[in-house]
């Protein structure tokens, strides 16, 4: 049993040199960023398993890859890059790793939310150009903080929320419990939410989740946070709202279209706040993930 971690770049280069042991299977160590669907097939024949963490992995392209049965996704997002139904019927198997960042991204969801209720990106952008903006911004203490999904990154997200003196409410697709957070129904989440934070997996249920019809039921002026999925909201309706001020300002780390290619609206539209689907980059997060992504292998390697 062999494999390789095909997109490392040098950053997950040396988190991976740091965490692996003599007992893992052996993984080769590819350093480029940017694998191209037609780089597969050299890359990945052979191959028993591939650590892939941002790598679009075509039906088509994988399904020349002899000997390959395994893709070990660095994360939860998987269906972003591959079809896991179509690659099971091919005899490949994708694993998603959950739960090795959620202070990390919990973490990020907090500083977007706050720099978005402070304008904080609009006056770097002003200073930096020789101006002196002076934004007038929210105040988060006591301010209603909706969360869209609830899960171990949403329970991050509301227990600083919480200390931060904010009323925590959310909304789940199951029923949930959990302390200082009241749970109600969607159309409950939207009316009152000052700030809205998706926390949503990709799937086809939840594919364009944040419809237009449900964007016109959100609080007018509210404050939109994403480190879910990009395609979970319908994009040209938030760019719309955006536009019309029925959302305030969006803070977002994830996108339909990642990188963002050139031209995207959100680049000039002035009340949005952009990363670059980073919420989950900590040496802790990343030093969690490829460890358990090497426990799989080990595990794959066995059966």
Request: glycine residues 10%.
């Amino acid at each position: 049993m062999r494999g390789i971690f095909i997109d490392a770049g040098d950053e997950l280069a040396e988190v991976f040199a740091k965490v692996v042991l003599p007992g893992d299977p052996p993984c080769a160590v590819n350093r480029q960023e940017q694998v191209s669907a037609a780089e597969l097939p050299a890359l990945l024949s052979g191959q028993d398993f591939v650590l892939n963490d941002h790598t679009q992995m075509p039906t088509a392209a994988l399904r020349q890859c002899a000997g390959l049965k395994h893709v070990i996704f660095l994360g939860t997002g998987a269906r972003s890059y591959m079809n896991p139904e179509e690659l099971a019927e091919i005899g490949i198997t994708v694993h998603i790793i959950k739960g090795y960042g959620d202070t990390a991204v919990g973490e990020h969801a907090i500083a977007l939310m706050w720099a978005g209720a402070r304008g904080l990106a609009a006056m770097d952008r002003g200073i930096r150009a020789g101006g002196w903006p002076r934004t007038e911004g929210m105040q988060l203490t006591g301010k209603t903080l909706g969360l869209m999904g609830f899960g171990g990154i949403a329970s991050e997200v509301a227990r600083i929320a919480r200390g931060s003196g904010m009323r925590v409410i959310a909304w789940n697709r199951s029923a949930k419990t959990a302390p200082g957070v009241e749970f109600v129904d969607l159309d409950t989440l939207l009316a009152q939410s000052q700030v809205l934070s998706v926390h949503l997996l990709l799937n086809d249920e939840t594919r364009g989740f944040l419809s237009a019809e449900r964007i016109a039921k959100l609080r007018p002026g509210v404050l939109l946070v994403n480190t879910a999925r990009g395609a979970v909201i319908d994009e040209a309706a938030m760019i719309a709202a955006l536009k019309s001020g029925r959302i305030g300002h969006a803070a977002l780390d994830v996108f339909t279209d990642e990188p963002l290619p050139a031209g995207n609206p959100f680049v000039d539209i002035p009340n949005v706040t952009l990363s670059a689907h980073s919420a989950f980059r900590t040496p802790e997060a990343s030093e969690t993930l490829i460890r358990r992504a090497l426990d799989i292998a080990v595990t794959v390697s066995k059966a």
